[in-house]
C-alpha cells in the first residue's frame, strides 16, 4: 500500500509519523485555529480559546487560571 507523505491520507489513514507528515499536520492544525479566530467561532473565557490564538482578557483569565491549577495540582503532589 502506498500513499503521498504529506496529506491526510498519509497522516490520518495511514497514521504516519514520518517529518513530512508531522510537518503537514501542524500545519493544519495551525490553519483550522486561523479560521476558527477569523470567523470568530473561538470559545472565549476558555484556554482553549486561549491556545487559538485569542488574547482577549477572558481568555488570557482562563489560559492564566487553568496554569495556575496545574501548578497547585503539582504542588499538591509532592507535598502527598
Ligand atoms: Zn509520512
Ligand atoms: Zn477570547
Redesign the pocket.
Known amino acids: 500500500m502506498s500513499y503521498t507523505h504529506g496529506t491526510y491520507a498519509a497522516y490520518g489513514t495511514h497514521k504516519c509519523r514520518c517529518d513530512q507528515c508531522r510537518t503537514y499536520q501542524r500545519q493544519r492544525v495551525a490553519m483550522s485555529r486561523r479560521r476558527r479566530l477569523a470567523e470568530g467561532r ?4 476558555t484556554s482553549s ?2 491556545d ?1 490564538g ?7 483569565l482562563a489560559k492564566s487560571y487553568v496554569r495556575s491549577a496545574d501548578f497547585e495540582k503539582a504542588k499538591r503532589k509532592r507535598a502527598a
Request: glycine fraction near 14%; charge should be positive; charged fraction near 30%.
Open positions: 473561538v470559545n472565549h473565557g480559546g486561549y487559538d485569542c488574547r482577549c482578557h477572558k481568555c488570557r
